[in-house]
């Protein structure tokens, strides 16, 4: 069956640190593989996007990693501070006659300050 | 304007009423969308209109009847819903005819069905 699964449901880390979420997906062919954020009873704000001949995209203090042999995506979050406290979701975009996602299961991300 | 605004923003209503939850958004952008999304869930895709064509149905229920009057509106007609439809409905949209493009979501409609 197909899955998106995000590695944990809730992580915590101090202020400062650098925060990695993971993606994990089976039984896709990503084209391309575009992280989110969304807040409580809000919608889910782009983030990154990183296509599957990509290896590696920044942003500022963001970073995504895309590794299709493993079929994976790292994101990481550098310095990290309490206002990115949110949930964060992964998404695959599969090439199937329209611009279709499909979201991971998300990580709630708490920086403690 | 890079915005998409969904109205209302909070509807409750009884499994016999009729209602329509809506969308727009004046970017520009020709593909649109619907995802339901439950607490502590991720979205989940129900409809896709492209240029103003529907283009992807995932089995949703036909009680969810979706309507693109233009290519800045969306519609979704609800009728005879059970309560197992409560959830965040998000409306979203991005750039037709092209693939990689990210998508725009508004801050949803929270429908409860009593």
């Known amino acids: 069956s197909q899955k998106i699964e995000q590695n944990s449901e809730a992580l915590n880390i101090q202020e400062g640190k650098t925060a990695t979420l993971t993606c994990n997906y089976t039984?896709?062919?990503?084209?391309?593989l575009q992280w989110y954020r969304q807040d409580p009873g809000r919608g889910p704000v782009f983030l990154l996007l990183i296509r599957e001949n990509e290896k590696e995209k920044r942003k500022e203090r963001l970073k995504v990693t895309f590794d299709t042999t493993l079929k994976q995506s790292l994101f990481h979050i550098t310095a990290s501070q309490p206002a990115d406290s949110a949930t964060y979701l992964c998404?695959?975009?599969?090439?199937?006659?329209?611009?279709?996602?499909?979201f991971g299961t998300g990580t709630r991300l708490t920086v403690i300050p | 304007d890079t915005e998409v605004t969904q109205t209302p923003k909070h509807l409750v209503m009884g499994m016999t009423n009729k209602k329509s939850l809506k969308c727009e958004q004046h970017m520009g952008h020709r593909a649109m969308y619907w995802y339901k999304q439950k607490a502590k869930k991720p979205p989940e895709l129900m409809f896709v209109?492209?240029?103003?064509?529907?283009?992807i149905n995932e089995s949703v229920p036909s009680r969810f009847s979706p309507e693109c009057p233009n290519s800045s509106l969306l519609n979704l007609h609800l009728h005879a819903l059970q309560p197992e439809d409560s959830a965040l409905y998000l409306c979203?949209?991005?750039?037709?005819?092209?693939?990689?493009?990210?998508?725009?979501f508004g801050p949803g409609t929270r429908l409860t069905v009593l």
């Open positions: 998404a695959l975009g599969v090439q199937t006659g329209a611009n279709n996602l499909f």
């Open positions: 979203a949209s991005s750039q037709g005819g092209a693939l990689y493009n990210e998508q725009f």
């Open positions: 209109y492209s240029y103003e064509k529907l283009s």
């Open positions: 039984n896709y062919s990503p084209a391309y």
